[in-house]
């Protein structure tokens, strides 16, 4: 049978390096994006947010760039440790209907080697 | 303080047995989620719940599954006569009201279902 998502898109990187996950969102209206890191056997842990308008912002050792016109997010992650190996989930919120309502990514899995 | 706990935090089933997963938000947070996720998946949508609002039961994937909440506090998640697909991890979320300032979701660590 067809094995479906067992194959997620990895990220290898040396301990040190800098790295940049990427994500294409799909629904223009989108106006809050949030990063979410994921390790082994734990829930989604919140990283750094973004509203629609900015394009840019910073966390500790965190970037996030919003490019709206190719409806494009990426997660820059400065000096990577081989503690941020993990999932990391970009999400959409429409936040049309009153409430938060997050579409998550299919993912990508950063390892980082010592 | 608290986070978002959730139990238990496997269990195995046999196909056809309902199951109950139960979620305790964090302490004050009015809104409640509930999402699947797949073996290498993202989370998928299943309901959500707002104060004393109707839920949201949108991302249910059929009638087997249903939830429930009390007020703003521990919520239950049934799935009726389990199959194999329903095997995944299903993971509760939590947040502040919506007018705050923030969107953030909560997660707990997830309950593990297997069906065998």
């Known amino acids: 049978g067809e094995s479906v998502g067992l194959h997620l898109p990895t990220l290898s990187v040396q301990e040190g390096d800098n790295s940049i996950i990427n994500c294409a969102y799909s629904?223009?209206?989108?106006?809050?994006f949030i990063w979410y890191k994921q390790e082994s056997g734990k829930g989604p842990q919140f990283i750094i947010d973004?509203?629609?308008?900015?394009d840019k912002r910073q966390g500790q050792r965190v970037t996030v760039l919003l490019n709206k016109t190719v409806k494009h997010l990426s997660l820059q992650i400065a000096a990577t440790q081989p503690g941020d190996s993990a999932v990391y989930f970009c999400?959409?919120?429409?936040?049309?209907?009153?409430?938060?309502?997050?579409?998550f990514g299919k993912g990508t899995m950063l390892l980082v080697s010592p | 303080g608290a986070g978002v706990s959730q139990s238990p935090s496997n269990k195995v089933t046999e196909k056809g047995k309902d199951v109950e997963l139960r979620c305790d938000p964090i302490?004050?947070?009015?809104?409640l989620y509930w999402y699947r996720q797949r073996l290498g998946q993202g989370l998928e949508f299943l309901i959500y719940?707002?104060?004393?609002?109707?839920?949201?039961k949108s991302g249910l994937p059929s009638d087997r599954f249903s939830a429930e909440r009390t007020g703003e506090s521990v919520s239950t998640l049934t799935i009726q006569r389990t199959q194999q697909e329903d095997s995944a991890v299903y993971l509760c979320?939590?947040?502040?009201?919506?007018?705050?300032?923030?969107?953030?979701?909560?997660f707990g660590p997830g309950t593990r279902l297997t069906v065998t």
């Open positions: 979320a939590s947040s502040p009201e919506w007018a705050s300032q923030s969107y953030e979701q909560y």
């Open positions: 629904n223009s209206a989108s106006d809050y």
């Open positions: 973004i509203r629609s308008n900015m």
């Open positions: 999400a959409e919120d429409e936040s049309n209907s009153g409430y938060s309502t997050l579409t």
């Open positions: 302490s004050g947070h009015t809104a």
């Open positions: 719940f707002q104060g004393n609002s109707a839920p949201d």
